[in-house]
């Protein structure tokens, strides 16, 4: 049983290509996140919903757009890639409070 | 702005020799401090939130303590499953901080057998 999924796992492409990310739990959580890892390994916080309401929207550019169609899934969708933008994101959610759960990630490289 | 300092970046232990990860932290009012695991290729796995200076939390051969400006993740007699990054996070007390946490950079545990 997965708490938390994203697919893909994997994910290779060229600069300016659009691309999402999907992510879904089982949990009956009302609030999930996106987090980015970078390549130092620092964790930040990228967006956060709460009953399919956008409550954080930290400092990420427009062309990252996150959407939750219901309060099982929150995907994330990445206009125009840059090289910059390679890192592994990460789905979490939680009943408030702080993030207890999160998916295996999503490694993003941007060629 | 809120702060989070790991210490050490790595630390190599032999199994059964215990040892302390710090977690060094400035935030203007703590809602609470977490710790996390982290094994290589997957995502952070919860271990302990702690609220208030002099608390504590065990599971298993691990024990987090918290003052008003640090916390210690104790390792007591450690096997090589222990080996992982452990992530320590604070969670602001002010407005909306919905899991808007601030990480460490990590330390990274190795347990030689």
């Known amino acids: 049983d997965t708490a938390v999924s994203q697919t893909p796992k994997y994910l290779v492409t060229q600069m300016g290509n659009d691309k999402s990310i999907k992510c879904e739990q089982n949990?009956?959580?009302?609030?999930m996140y996106w987090y980015k890892q970078d390549s130092k390994k620092f964790l930040k916080i990228m967006f956060s919903?709460?009953?399919?309401?956008?409550?954080i929207n930290e400092t990420v550019p427009n062309r990252f757009s996150p959407k939750s169609p219901d309060k099982a899934h929150l995907n994330l969708h990445i206009n125009s890639l840059e090289l910059g933008d390679s890192a592994v994101y990460f789905c979490?959610?939680?009943?408030?409070?702080?993030?207890?759960?999160f998916g295996p990630g999503t490694r993003l490289t941007v060629l | 702005e809120d702060q989070v300092t790991q210490s050490p970046e790595a630390l190599r232990l032999q199994e059964g020799e215990s040892s302390s990860l710090n977690c060094s932290y400035t935030?203007?009012?703590?809602?609470?401090l977490f710790w996390y695991r982290q094994d290589p290729g997957k995502g952070p796995e919860f271990l302990f939130t702690l609220y208030s200076a002099g608390e504590e939390k065990e599971k298993e051969r691990l024990k987090a303590t918290l003052t008003k400006k640090e916390s210690f993740l104790h390792i007591t007699a450690p096997k090589p499953e222990d080996s992982a990054t452990y992530l320590c996070a604070v969670l602001n007390a002010g407005g909306t901080s919905y899991g808007k946490l601030t990480f460490g950079q990590g330390t990274i545990l190795t347990v030689h057998p």
């Open positions: 919903y709460n009953n399919k309401e956008l409550i």
């Open positions: 935030v203007s009012g703590l809602r609470g």
């Open positions: 949990l009956g959580h009302d609030t």
């Open positions: 979490a959610s939680s009943h408030s409070g702080a993030p207890k759960y």
